[in-house]
């Protein structure tokens, strides 16, 4: 890629970073950023901001390293790194594809249930949603994929920044919410869990793939690329901090209280009394395209994490490797096959909201171990391309996330199992 063509991409938001950022943002991330600032108000809006610089942190390490090296961070896992990570990672990646994918087919339904005031009820906008995703990744190619994704981030973030600038009231409390750090009494492990939870986990892995996808690589690459992540996790760290601002005129300063279950139809019901029925329209279709736009990200981009993972158990040499990694390719299409059939049993669960949680649990469990093998990789593996490896700076970050997700992670398991809490 030349560098005019580099400034274009800039301008057109062209490059996989927003991709990336419209994948990240879930159900979950709207669902705690609704609650906190239901709660807190706008206090806790540095934590939003943080939990993005934290993710940025990693993208960009998992970056960096396959403009160095090549290679994706699975195939640096494999060379580098003992056999059982593999298994590891494989066995995590199963239950994981599950967790996420129930998630999002529920969050999906149950933004298209909100919208047509349920006439398409949950359980089978859940199953629609699953199929249509199929499809589209199936016949839309990657370049159909990038431009519906970032009509979806137009649209999302639109109508939730529309919501939160029609709303806003305290520019004061805002900017001493973003810019000094305060923990409310009792709410240590809440806070936490917001910069945990915000902006991704297992999918931060796929900018190696949409990397490949834009040819985006070598050494020449890398200013490129970290403005691309950076762009990604500014709209992460905007839209968190949006939602968070509305739920505080919705929720926080009339002293109304929800609960998790009640955070999406309560919220286009509040913004119903305060905007009419502009407010609810907005950010039900909103939290709709978010919901649409990180599952179908996920469809996309999981499979090619299961098709790199069968080329390296077959030991496949690198240009078989990245054959493997098409779109087209056969266990990329197994993979996507499996990816929008084992959401569908528990759309009928009738708890969209548990299950949501519950890979909320799931996928906070896999940062800590992106944070340790980025420490590893990217200071102790020698490459030959003019790439910087990890500074001090970085390496004392890496070392801050792995223990805040640590600590993250296992709060949430323990307070999952019912002997935990």
Known sequence: MSESAKQLSFLKLAGPGLVVAATGIGSGDVVAATVGGARYGVLLLWAIAVGA?????????IARWQ???GLTALEGWAEHLPPWVKIYFGLYLIVWTVAVTAALTNATGLGIANLTGGRISQP???VLHSLVGCGFVLLGGYSGFEKLMKTLVGVMGFSILVCAGLTFHDPVGVVRGTL?????SGAGMYVLSIIGGI???ITMLSYNYWMREEKLSGAEQLGYVRGDIAIAYLFTAVFGMAIMMTANQAFFIPHVQITNAQAVPKMAEMLSSILGRFGWVAYSVGFWAAVFASLLGVWQSVPYLYADFYSIIKKLPPAERQLATKVTSTPYRLALLFVTLAPLP???TGQPIQVIVTYTIVGSLFVPFLAA???YLNNRVAWSAPVPKNNLATNALLIIILLLFVIVGGDEARRAIPWGR
């Open 67 to 69: 403009l160095a090296t």
């Open 53 to 61: 610089f934290f993710k940025y942190v990693l993208n960009e390490g």
């Open 346 to 348: 528990f759309a009928f």
């Open 124 to 126: 089978w906008g859940a």
């Open 199 to 201: 902006g991704g986990s």
């Open 373 to 375: 093998t980025l420490l």
């Open 180 to 184: 000094i750090p305060t923990i409310p």
